[in-house]
T-cell receptor, first 115, second 120 residues
Framework: AQSVTQLDSHVSVSEGTPVLLRCNYSSSYSPSLFWYVQHPNKGLQLLLKYTSAATLVKGINGFEAEFKKSETSFHLTKPSAHMSDAAEYFC?????????????FGSGTRLQVQP | GAGVSQSPRYKVAKRGQDVALRCDPISGHVSLFWYQQALGQGPEFLTYFQNEAQLDKSGLPSDRFFAERPEGSVSTLKIQRTQQEDSAVYLCASSSPGTSGRAGGTDTQYFGPGTRLTVL
């Protein structure tokens, strides 16, 4: 079984300040972990993914995430928020070694960026 | 080429009607997935195809939900006798085999814009 918990349903930051979106996972198998972003009326876009290589993963638009096995966490960060970052963010897990291909999504974190 | 496309983008149905939602995956992608996203929630897995074979349908909520991909490309999700709780955004995703060479490779799923279904 696998699951994802996004610890904050809403995060509000000021433009130019750091962003931290928190995610904890649970998986019986070696996980693959992803962050997706969803802008209003647009499809889900992959920001980054962890697949057992480097634990610090760099993604698009300046985002990065660190896989911490001891803490079962995969928090998403960005040094400086832009207005265009305002969107819904989903932490996602898949069970890499089972052959089961379904993604399990967290409930999402809505990021607001204040001017 | 183009990304994943879905049609229609919006569908309003009266309770009890049948609906059909279409997904055109990225050309050459052998894997196709359907997810259901209720308002304010994260997407939930419905079913998965590899080419024309439906390998996992564990997420389909009832026998009113049926999906097919007869030629291994376009897929249709059909919902019979729609009910109000079926109102959601239905997302389609496609992927190509990962490079890891192992079962359960970490290939990325690319999502379409979704079909918003409203059942009155």
């Amino acid at each position: 079984a696998q699951s994802v918990t996004q610890l904050d349903s809403h995060v509000s930051v000021s433009e130019g300040t750091p962003v931290l979106l928190r995610c904890n996972y649970s998986s019986s198998y070696s996980p693959s972990l992803f962050w997706y972003v969803q802008h209003p009326n647009k499809g889900l876009q992959l920001l980054l993914k962890y697949t057992s290589a480097a634990t610090l993963v760099k993604g698009i638009n300046g985002f990065e995430a660190e896989f911490k096995k001891s803490e079962t966490s995969f928090h998403l960060t960005k040094p400086s928020a832009h207005m265009s970052d305002a969107a819904e963010y989903f932490c996602v897990v898949s069970a890499r070694d089972t052959g089961r291909r379904a993604l399990t999504f967290g409930s999402g974190t809505r990021l607001q960026v204040q001017p | 080429g183009a990304g994943v496309s879905q049609s229609p983008r919006y569908k309003v149905a009266k309770r009890g009607q049948d609906v059909a939602l279409r997904c055109d995956p990225i050309s050459g992608h052998v894997s196709l997935f359907w997810y259901q996203q209720a308002l304010g929630q994260g997407p939930e897995f419905l079913t998965y195809f590899q080419n024309e074979a439906q390998l996992d349908k564990s997420g389909l909520p009832s026998d009113r939900f049926f999906a097919e991909r007869p030629e291994g490309s376009v897929s249709t999700l059909k919902i019979q006798r729609t009910q109000q709780e079926d109102s959601a955004v239905y997302l389609c995703a496609s992927s190509s085999p990962g490079t890891s060479g192992r079962a359960g490779g970490t290939d990325t799923q690319y999502f379409g814009p979704g079909t918003r279904l409203t059942v009155l």
